[in-house]
């Protein structure tokens, strides 16, 4: 049976899923991201995690002579792609990791190429927000609709943009940076260099620079009625919706998805993000929107990824 692997990129753990066309996975790992991230140190955890991936575990001892990866897989299994997210833009093409964020000396490194020859297999790099909104479109709260977005709330802000089923992201693979869109001119400073950025008012950090609490805490204290905590979550939903207004007379979505950390307290925020779109949005541009949260948890950009790795061994 034809398969792909998936794996998903981050700071501080490498996630990775043998996964078939009909989206089940019959196999997953998860082992930590070397440290220092370099990319050659990168590059070796990722091939011995694939070979883990493939392979029952080894009695003490026993070396592993060559790699099953290559011989066809475990069990009859036959891999013909991988697809991988990263934390940070890929080009165009999917070849390169442009810039990794929160991994070291990550400038323009040929990832795809470095794991085709490793491995023999076709690869395809992505941004890992891409990922997820690949991973939602597929099987998660994205499954019912060709286009829609997906914001990843979190310590950042990140997105992706599905259109007609397809990922889009842009002439040079840039595209979608939902969370650095203006929403105040005179605003925080963002670390892209703009400013009042949407990121700057919704992302875990600006909750924290404004509260001095995580969202959860903030959460909880919703829960329990605190009415300072459920003023935090209204202006949360309105900042939200703000930028979601620009968004949708852009793409007029069939969907837009939350996902992330924060999306955890969707109940407390949504009510006031459903009320910004219904007053800053025209009926004709955002007529049958779903507002929906996000359902595959962090598995979503591995889950992603193997939807990319489908895309091109089909």
């Known amino acids: ?69 290559l011989k066809g897989g475990l069990g009859g299994d036959r891999i013909c792609a991988i697809g991988i997210g990263t934390p940070g833009p890929a080009d165009a093409a999917g070849r390169i990791a442009r810039v990794a964020i929160n991994l070291k000396n990550w400038h323009n490194v040929p990832l795809a190429d470095w794991l085709e020859a490793k491995t023999g297999l076709p690869t395809i790099l992505a941004n890992d927000a891409d990922c ?10 994205g499954k019912n609709f060709k286009n829609l977005i997906l914001l990843t709330l979190g310590t950042g802000v990140g997105g ?32 892209s260099g703009n400013q009042g950025s949407l990121e700057q008012y919704i992302s875990v950090l600006a909750i924290r620079r404004d509260t001095g609490l995580e969202p959860l805490e903030l959460a909880n204290l919703a829960k329990s009625g605190d009415a300072k905590a459920l003023e935090f979550w209204r202006n949360y939903g309105r900042y939200l919706g703000i930028g979601l207004a620009s968004i949708i007379y852009i793409l007029t979505p069939e969907a837009i ?8 307290g969707a109940e407390f925020f949504l009510p006031a993000v459903r009320a910004e779109i219904e007053r ?7 007529e049958g929107l779903q507002l929906l949260v996000a359902q595959l948890g962090n598995q979503a ?13 089909l």
């Open 301 to 313: 950009g591995m889950v992603g990824a193997a939807k990319l790795a489908w895309q091109i061994s």
């Open 280 to 286: 800053r949005v025209l009926p004709s541009s955002r």
């Open 257 to 264: 998805i939350l996902g992330g950390g924060i999306s955890a």
């Open 132 to 141: 997820a909104g690949l991973g939602e479109a597929w099987l998660g709260a």
């Open 160 to 191: 992706a943009v599905i259109l007609d089923g397809k990922l889009f992201t842009g002439h040079l693979g840039a595209a979608a940076e939902l969370g650095l869109i203006s929403i105040n001119p005179d605003g925080p400073e963002c670390n």
């Open 1 to 69: 049976m034809a398969q792909v692997i998936g794996i998903d990129l981050g700071g501080t753990a490498i996630k990775l899923g043998r996964f078939s066309e009909d989206g089940i996975c019959h196999q997953s790992l998860t082992v930590p991201t070397p440290q220092p991230a370099t990319p050659e140190a990168v590059l070796a955890a990722i091939t011995d995690a694939i070979l883990q991936l493939q392979t029952p575990p080894l009695k003490k001892g026993v070396e592993l002579q060559t790699p099953p990866l």
